[in-house]
């Protein structure tokens, strides 16, 4: 059964830095890209940042509002995805979920997510 | 590449069909997603590459369109697709566009 299971999240003021992990299980990870997405309260998904496989050199690739403030990276020896935050903004509060990317038929989708974890950044 | 969808909320009562738009400021070819959004719960990926129903989701759920414009139809609406349901171009990525949401509510 595939897995994705997100955590790290919690308060921080602004300013401040915070990282999130994205354990996985049942499924091959190191072939797979991860991604960050997030949803403030009330609001749609906003896709974050992703991270591509050794296969194709860990690219990664950032929204425009998180651009040289987020880091994403990841330890295919133990599974995991790491989404660090830094001079986090209170525009920055959201559930941040993980999501994999998967190629089917010639597309791609984001077929499983994990459960969420809660950022909030405030004073 | 940005996303619009329409309309922005819909109200439809157990029974009925829904369609719901989205279309895409340049073209995208059949690189559109549909996933179904509840509160508290992760996004449910529902239609992969515009048409092709994902596994396990009921077939009451369909999607069709290419280049710009896309459509998502719910026949037979059951309580439980009541939620807000976007789009996805993944042409053009990254970044990987969402549209903003159709929120679908009880009548």
């Known amino acids: 059964e595939v897995q994705l299971v997100e955590s790290g999240g919690g308060l921080v003021q602004p300013g401040g830095s915070l990282k999130l992990s994205c354990a996985a299980s049942?499924?091959?990870?190191?072939?797979?890209?991860i991604h960050w997405v997030r949803q403030a309260s009330g609001k749609g998904l906003e896709w974050v940042a992703r991270i591509r496989s050794k296969a194709d050199s860990y690219g990664t690739a950032y929204s425009a509002s998180v651009k040289g403030r987020f880091t994403i990276s990841r330890d295919d020896s133990e599974t995991t995805a790491h989404l660090q935050m830094n001079s986090v903004k209170i525009e920055d509060t959201a559930v941040y979920f993980c999501?994999?990317?998967?190629?089917?038929?010639?597309?791609?989708?984001?077929?499983?997510w994990g459960q969420g974890t809660l950022v909030t950044v405030s004073p | 590449i940005q996303m619009t969808q329409s309309p922005s909320s819909l109200s439809a009562s157990v029974g009925d069909r829904v369609t719901i738009t989205c279309r895409a400021s340049q073209n995208i070819n059949t690189f559109l997603n549909w996933y179904q959004l509840k509160s508290g719960k992760p996004p449910k990926l529902l239609i992969y590459g515009a048409s092709n129903l994902q596994s396990g989701v009921p077939s009451r759920f369909s999607g069709s369109g290419s280049g710009t414009d896309f459509t998502l139809t719910i026949t037979r609406l059951q309580p439980e697709d009541f939620a807000t349901y976007l789009c996805q171009q993944t042409y053009s990525a990254p970044p990987f566009t969402f549209g903003p949401g159709t929120n679908v509510e009880i009548k």
């Open positions: 999501a994999r990317l998967r190629w089917v038929g010639g597309t791609n989708c984001f077929d499983y």
């Open positions: 049942g499924f091959d990870f190191s072939a797979s890209a």
